[in-house]
């Protein structure tokens, strides 16, 4: 079958290498794709957000599988658009529609949820500028640190965590008077800190039947050692050493089945990933957030230790037949480090030749910010730029091959952090 993956990054691109594997794969499109993407399919250069160009380049091309990887396209409806036509509903899509969409495209829609379902997370109250006056006072009464979150997509800037009750209440103020993050910032919840170290848990379902992938973890922050400004991600590792049997079972009856049974009562027909953003604290779990796509980096250690045939994963989820798929996870250790632009997450530059990537052949390299130029030389496109994924007995091992092989590739003003994993080494 045709296959259509949508989104540009290195998440995609490791959808596209599974993908591109499956024997049901006969031809593979992503769009827009990347520079890594272009030597497993075909790139497409549409917009994602442009759903009747899509729907019709999916009839040109007699497409019978779309995966969609970011939150945008989804949030805007993609699902909604292509169920609405009588062709294009008949071809198998992996990503909820506008409504369960929610639960990543508004922080007090999956608060509610949450809260109505039973699932453990922050104590949380929402304010907008009808209330903004009873929102003052509650920052007034709260403990520290507040965290502040505006309600819609806010490009992963759209959380503050204030130490003092004085910056709290300016910062509400700015997200809802002066709009700080644009409309999505009109809602702002204000939630509890929570404390305790973060994972995230994958969830694919089909409606009804779901399965649990690997977890991960995410190394935020650009600096060494978690400090300085947060990123998309600078590097990831999988699976996680406390996110063990005991504890996954938490997650997954607390948390998972409630998840589940919830959208299902709702009356939503939720057919995608569900990424739960988690805080461990002390052994239990509570939501931090939940997104409505797979996570980036975390997607490129994640990926390569799924042994399934993954498009007939993706299948079986559009197909509400996910029962009929056993997972077989390698049981290695998966480790990756993003190389990034000098600058990132501020201002960098682009456009800079890449070299070497031939000589890291130990790992397996996913882009995310790269293309060709006129000249065809492969430069750098964005400020996340190639993630390095090794496999290895142990994070130590593998992280090993990450950075022998982080250092050989070069590209001006590379960095990237060398202490991915840190916290689980001796
Ligand atoms: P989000 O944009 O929801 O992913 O939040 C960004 C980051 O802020 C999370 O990955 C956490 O590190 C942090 N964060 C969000 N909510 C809380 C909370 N209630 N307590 C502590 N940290 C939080
Ligand atoms: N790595 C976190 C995210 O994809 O949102």
Same mark, same amino acid.
């Given at each position: 079958? #045709?296959?259509?993956?949508?989104?540009?990054?290195?998440?995609?691109?490791?959808?596209?290498?599974?993908?591109?594997?499956?024997?049901?794969?006969?031809?593979?499109?992503?769009?827009?794709?990347?520079?890594?993407?272009?030597?497993?399919?075909?790139?497409?250069?549409?917009?994602?957000? #442009?759903?009747?160009?899509?729907?019709?380049?999916?009839?040109?091309?007699?497409?019978?599988?779309?995966?969609?990887?970011?939150?945008?396209?989804?949030?805007?409806?993609?699902?909604?658009?292509?169920?609405?036509?009588?062709?294009?509903?008949?071809?198998?899509?992996?990503?909820?529609?506008?409504?369960?969409?929610?639960?990543?495209?508004?922080?007090?829609?999956?608060?509610? &949820?949450?809260?109505?379902?039973?699932?453990?997370?922050?104590?949380?109250? /929402?304010?907008?500028?009808?209330?903004?006056?009873?929102?003052?006072?509650?920052?007034?009464?709260?403990?520290?640190?507040?965290?502040?979150?505006?309600?819609?997509?806010?490009?992963?800037?759209?959380?503050?965590?204030?130490?003092?009750?004085?910056?709290?209440?300016?910062?509400?103020?700015?997200?809802?008077?002066?709009?700080? &993050?644009?409309?999505?910032?009109?809602?702002?919840?204000?939630?509890? &800190?929570?404390?305790?170290?973060?994972?995230?848990?994958?969830?694919?379902?089909?409606?009804?039947?779901?399965?649990?992938?690997?977890?991960?973890?995410?190394?935020?922050?650009?600096?060494?050692?978690?400090?300085?400004?947060? /990123?998309?991600?600078?590097?990831?590792?999988?699976?996680?050493?406390?996110?063990?049997?005991?504890?996954?079972?938490?997650?997954?009856?607390?948390?998972?089945?409630?998840?589940?049974?919830?959208?299902?009562?709702?009356?939503?027909?939720?057919?995608?990933?569900?990424?739960?953003?988690?805080?461990?604290?002390?052994?239990?779990?509570?939501?931090?957030?939940?997104?409505?796509?797979?996570?980036?980096?975390?997607?490129?250690?994640?990926?390569?230790?799924?042994?399934?045939?993954?498009?007939?994963?993706?299948?079986? $989820? $559009?197909?509400?037949?996910?029962?009929?798929?056993?997972?077989?996870?390698?049981?290695?250790?998966?480790?990756?480090?993003?190389?990034?632009?000098?600058?990132?997450?501020? $201002?960098?530059?682009?456009?800079?030749?890449?070299?070497?990537?031939?000589?890291?052949?130990?790992?397996?390299?996913?882009?995310?910010?790269?293309?060709? #130029?006129?000249?065809?030389?492969?430069?750098?496109?964005?400020?996340?730029?190639?993630?390095?994924?090794?496999?290895?007995?142990?994070?130590?091992? $593998?992280?090993?091959?990450?950075?022998?092989?982080?250092?050989?590739?070069?590209?001006?003003?590379?960095?990237?952090?060398?202490?991915?994993?840190?916290?689980?080494?001796?």
């Amino acid at each position: 079958m #045709n296959i259509l993956i949508i989104g540009s990054g290195g998440r995609e691109h490791a959808f596209a290498m599974q993908i591109s594997k499956s024997k049901l794969c006969t031809e593979l499109f992503i769009l827009p794709g990347n520079a890594g993407t272009a030597s497993l399919g075909k790139n497409i250069p549409i917009d994602p957000t #442009n759903f009747p160009i899509i729907g019709k380049f999916c009839l040109d091309n007699t497409i019978e599988l779309i995966v969609v990887g970011p939150e945008d396209p989804l949030v805007k409806g993609m699902r909604n658009f292509f169920m609405a036509d009588n062709q294009l509903k008949r071809i198998a899509f992996v990503g909820p529609d506008e409504t369960g969409a929610q639960m990543e495209g508004s922080k007090d829609w999956s608060k509610t &949820f949450m809260q109505k379902y039973g699932i453990p997370t922050a104590a949380y109250k /929402t304010f907008t500028k009808e209330n903004l006056k009873d929102g003052i006072s509650y920052l007034e009464n709260h403990s520290l640190p507040i965290v502040l979150k505006a309600d819609g997509l806010a490009a992963g800037k759209g959380v503050l965590i204030c130490e003092t009750k004085e910056q709290a209440i300016k910062e509400l103020q700015l997200m809802i008077q002066e709009q700080k &993050f644009g409309s999505a910032s009109d809602k702002v919840v204000v939630e509890e &800190f929570l404390k305790g170290i973060e994972l995230s848990v994958f969830v694919l379902t089909d409606g009804k039947n779901y399965l649990v992938l690997p977890s991960a973890k995410d190394y935020k922050r650009i600096g060494e050692g978690d400090t300085g400004l947060n /990123t998309g991600g600078m590097g990831a590792i999988s699976p996680v050493p406390f996110a063990d049997e005991a504890f996954l079972n938490k997650v997954e009856e607390r948390i998972i089945k409630p998840t589940i049974a919830g959208l299902q009562a709702e009356g939503i027909n939720y057919i995608g990933f569900i990424f739960i953003g988690l805080m461990n604290d002390k052994g239990e779990p509570n939501v931090i957030e939940y997104n409505s796509r797979m996570g980036d980096p975390e997607t490129e250690v994640v990926l390569p230790r799924i042994k399934n045939d993954f498009a007939e994963m993706m299948l079986a $989820a $559009a197909t509400g037949k996910l029962n009929e798929i056993k997972l077989d996870i390698d049981p290695r250790t998966a480790t990756t480090i993003m190389l990034v632009s000098q600058g990132y997450p501020e $201002a960098y530059e682009k456009g800079k030749k890449m070299e070497g990537l031939e000589l890291a052949s130990d790992s397996i390299l996913f882009h995310a910010g790269t293309k060709f #130029n006129e000249q065809g030389d492969l430069v750098s496109n964005g400020g996340r730029v190639l993630a390095v994924t090794s496999l290895g007995n142990s994070i130590e091992e $593998a992280l090993a091959i990450s950075k022998k092989n982080a250092a050989l590739i070069q590209f001006e003003n590379k960095y990237y952090r060398t202490d991915i994993g840190y916290e689980f080494m001796g």
